[in-house]
């Protein structure tokens, strides 16, 4: 008797699966680095320190967002030359206007836009958002509070993010972008030992890191610059004399970063020095 193999039987052709078309492969591509974005810098440190002064002497013609109205106090103390590559953005009443203007045209001459302050944005976007986002069962919300548990600041968060992408649109577009912000001191926690006291933007930033518009601001800007008072400590008392740094990288005392820079300055009123140092860094 033969050894017969047994063959599976054969399914009738209308039965049989349909062969699947083979996926058309991807070729990965690849692409040059822009190296034609303008800067995104923040400047933080104490009221009347210079921070305004620092962002006018940036590359012109600036486009400044006068949020807190303080650039008809400075502007004459520009000099002539300085003052004719400073622009003022009208009015600019809310959130929703700031952000508007940011998307409209006629943008192609400017070189550089400043938004004075970043903090007082902040407070705008907040609230836009007590204004157009009720709670979630619907009623009207007055304190930030009232949405519950950590939710008012995700919403400030969320809504200060589309500034940031706003920005970037211009940025990409070969313009500098300058927010300036107030500073606060914060509690650093050291994991190698105790901890300690920095100088930090005035922004949203919850004890638990979550919704951080500071820490986010911090990661989205290439450089943030801290301007301080120059002070000498002696038998627990303090000295100055009115001289001012300005600080681009990390140092105990305050936050600070930059993609290019990376010692102190000495802090030149009316001088291009900073812009300069960022210039030459670049090529």
Known sequence: MENRRSVPPQLPPRMQAAKKPATPQRQVSFGSIDTKQGHRVLI????????TTLACMAPGPIAVFDLESSLGVL???????????????????????LRDTLNMTGWDEIKTIVID????????????????VPHEKGNR??????????????????????????LDQHVRAGRHVVLIAHD?????????GEN??????????PGSGKNSVRLRAREWADHVIFIGYDVEAKDGKAKGHGSRTIYPVELPHCMAKSRLLDAAMPYERHSTTFWDQLTKAER
């Open 196 to 205: 300690y006291i920095r100088y930090e933007p005035r922004l949203q930033s």
């Open 184 to 192: 606060c001191t914060a509690e650093v926690p050291n994991p190698i």
């Open 141 to 166: 919300i007055e304190r930030l509070e009232d949405y519950g548990y950590g939710k008012g600041y995700t919403h400030v968060y969320e809504t200060f993010l589309a500034l940031l992408g706003d």
């Open 75 to 97: 502007i004459n103390q520009l000099p002539e030359e300085r003052r004719k590559q400073v622009n003022t953005v009208g009015m600019c009443p809310d959130w929703q206007y």
């Open 44 to 51: 933080y440190g104490p009221g009347g320190i210079g921070k």
């Open 117 to 132: 302050s970043a903090t007082m944005a902040e407070e705008w976007a907040l609230r836009w958002v007590l204004k157009n």
